[in-house]
């Protein structure tokens, strides 16, 4: 006896036990949207009736990702003075969201349901405006009322719906049927329901998947797209579900030849082709990217993403694209380093891969001698070196592919003139026995200058006396003191190697003269 009643007891207990989501908190990541729900608590709804819509609110909302990328939720409440409790960038994360519907007190006051709506379409459904709705993504709302005296709302419903605004309505109490279900987007029997103040939890699921329906985030996308490779970009809906996702990808055939991939997977037919032959790939639930290979050049590509659970259905996804032309190397050359007897010459791209060698011709033109070089695949410039000065060179590099094939390419150049490195040299007397020595120079290739003077025959000073000083190459002048009457005064460049060919000038020190120019 006391078995049987220990069992009527538990069997009991569970058939009381309150229905609830089974699904957990956030666990959706299936959407993108913007959901305001439109909450009567007016004087004909009682505090009871209140706590109960908010209580069903906070079971509908639970399972849902909130944020940017997510799903964004706004409560406005209807009153004689309608107030937007919370807007959509108020909340990302579940734990405030449930936080403040536990806490929504009532207005009271008469039902300004049109009032509402004005405050719902300027400043929260239309996007652009602070704290409404994003652009490009849908937009819902609910309205939760008791159907007692809501006003006239067919106008101020239809613009919404009117504006791409999906319109959904649950009805506690005893509202016109017919004026509610003008104002519902279709399906009717999707987005109105009628039920009962204390049976709102059996239409909980219904109504979330009808939300779900507008705003779940259906898109695949395609990116880094090469010749022969492509990525796969989608919103992980599975995210928190068992399940895993079935890539399937092949060529557009034009023709009845058939197309392959790799990547992975296995590979079959695809009647969608004709024929042509798909390639298989499986991702895991918390997967959001597959990285398909083996693609052919300026192909167009059909890939079918089907996310596969027991636990919820979606729709297969599909997109288009076509891989980027081939470009054999070289495509483009470059020259840099120009000098008057050496340029450097580059190419690109760099493909060791295809590339077994690169074959520099060069020689002058109209008819210069011809010169070559070969480099290896994986080299991408040269210097060319023991050029002309001041002469057009006509270069052409050939790429030998492995295939067989050679690509070549041709550009002319030039090298610069010789600039001699020191240039207009004078003195200047200052005094009886100082020179002022300037002169221009260019810094190219040039690590000093050497300054020698000495007396010469004639002058009354020792002719094999001589002196010297060096200068760095950014110096292009100095003043000589205690220089003999008629001394010559030379200044030559320096070379890393040598000392070059410099000029040479006499200090005259007379009266009438206060610059020389500058004598070999």
């Known amino acids: 006896m006391e078995t049987r009643a220990l069992l009527t007891w538990i069997c009991a ?27 009567d608590s007016s004087g004909s709804v009682s505090s009871y009736e209140h706590s109960s819509m908010l209580s069903f609110l906070s079971e509908l909302l639970l399972p849902f990702a909130l944020g940017e990328d997510q799903v964004r939720v706004g ?45 719902a379409k300027q400043w929260v ?24 005296k809501p006003g006239d709302v067919v106008g101020p419903l239809t613009e919404l719906q009117e504006e791409g605004v999906a319109v959904l309505v649950v009805s506690t109490g005893h509202g016109n049927y017919q004026v ?25 699921e219904d109504l979330r998947d009808a939300i779900i329906e507008i705003i779940r985030a259906e898109r695949i996308h395609v990116r880094d797209v090469t010749t022969s490779s492509a990525t796969l970009q989608w919103r992980p809906v599975l995210s928190g579900l068992k399940g895993y996702y079935e890539i399937r990808f092949h060529p557009v055939l034009t023709s009845g030849s058939g197309g392959s991939a790799g990547g992975g997977g296995g590979t079959g037919t695809s009647p969608s082709t004709g024929g042509g032959d798909y390639q298989r790939l499986t991702q895991s639930a918390d997967s959001s990217t597959a990285r398909l290979t083996g693609l052919k050049p300026d192909t167009t590509y059909t890939a079918t993403l089907t996310p596969e659970s ?6 297969t996804l599909s997109v288009s694209f076509t891989t980027n032309p081939e470009v054999l190397s070289p495509s483009t050359v470059t020259i840099s380093e120009s000098g008057p007897t050496s340029v450097r010459v580059s190419w ?24 070559a070089v070969t480099v290896g695949r994986n080299q991408n410039s040269t210097l060319l070196r023991d050029l002309q000065p001041d002469t057009t060179y006509l270069v052409t590099i050939s790429a030998r592919h492995a295939s067989g094939k050679e690509k070549a390419m041709s550009v002319k150049v030039c090298t610069q003139e010789v600039t001699p490195a020191l240039a207009d040299l004078q003195l200047t007397t ?9 002169w221009q120079g260019s810094a190219a290739g040039v690590r000093g200058y050497w300054l020698t003077w000495e007396g010469q025959h004639g002058s009354g000073s020792d002719p094999g006396q001589q002196s010297s000083l060096y200068l760095p190459p950014d110096s292009l002048s100095t003043r000589l003191t205690h220089i003999p009457p008629s001394a010559r005064v030379c200044v030559s460049p320096i070379y890393r190697m040598a000392r070059g060919e410099g000029l040479c000038c006499t200090a005259q020190f007379h009266s009438d003269a206060l610059a020389y120019g500058f004598q070999s």
């Open 75 to 119: 409560l406005l409440q209807v009153g004689t003075q309608p107030r937007l409790e919370f807007g959509f960038d108020t909340f990302s994360n579940q734990s405030g969201l449930q936080g403040a519907l536990k806490n929504i007190k009532p207005l009271r006051g008469d039902t300004n349901t049109v009032e509402a709506l004005r405050m």
């Open 348 to 371: 690109g791209p760099l493909q060791p891969e295809k590339v077994t060698s690169y074959y520099i011709e060069y020689s002058a033109l109209p008819r210069g001698k011809l010169h």
């Open 430 to 438: 200052v005094g009886s026995d100082s020179v002022q020595v300037d």
């Open 180 to 204: 509610l279900r003008q104002v519902v987007s279709p399906p009717v029997e999707d987005h109105l329901y009628f039920v009962d103040i204390d049976d709102m939890s059996i239409i909980t």
């Open 125 to 148: 459904l239309r996007p652009g405006t602070a704290d409404g709705a994003r652009a490009g993504l849908p937009r819902v709302l609910v309205w939760l009322t008791d159907g007692v």
């Open 13 to 39: 207990c569970l058939l009381v036990r309150p229905l609830t989501s089974q699904k957990p908190e956030g666990a959706l990541n299936c959407c993108e949207g913007d959901v305001l729900f439109l909450v």
């Open 310 to 315: 027991n636990e919820q259905a979606f729709n």
